[in-house]
């Protein structure tokens, strides 16, 4: 079983940067592709970014070249550093881990508006 616990959400204003962190019980998260997911009212689930257990990523065409994701084995955390913030990034974050299983956090609010 692993515990994620996110943080770092917000309001912020349209150009803005927040960074979301998320920690992860269990001693095997170098194993685990860790995710940032979010989910805006009405509207489904979708993948923003991801980073597997050897460094390689992908994110979704909307925050390419805004947002970053990058992870600390030693911490067990992984993050979510998003600059250039849009009304359109408005959501709740949800982090995301996955070996075999899927596990998620309780969500981060992250809204963008002036």
């Known amino acids: 079983q692993v515990q994620l616990v996110e943080s770092g959400g917000g309001l912020v204003q349209p150009g803005g940067s927040l960074r979301l962190s998320c920690t992860a019980s269990g001693s095997i998260f170098g194993a685990y592709v860790m995710g940032w997911y979010r989910q805006a009212p009405w509207k489904q689930r979708e993948l923003v970014a991801r980073?597997?257990?050897?460094?390689?990523?992908n994110y979704a065409d909307s925050v390419k070249g805004r947002f970053t994701i990058s992870r600390d084995n030693a911490k067990s955390t992984v993050y979510l550093q998003m600059n250039s913030l849009k009304p359109e990034d408005t959501a709740v974050y949800y982090c995301?881990?996955?070996?075999?299983?899927?596990?998620w956090g309780q969500g981060t609010q992250v809204t963008v508006s002036s």
């Open positions: 980073i597997r257990s050897g460094g390689s990523t």
């Open positions: 995301n881990a996955m070996l075999g299983n899927n596990y």
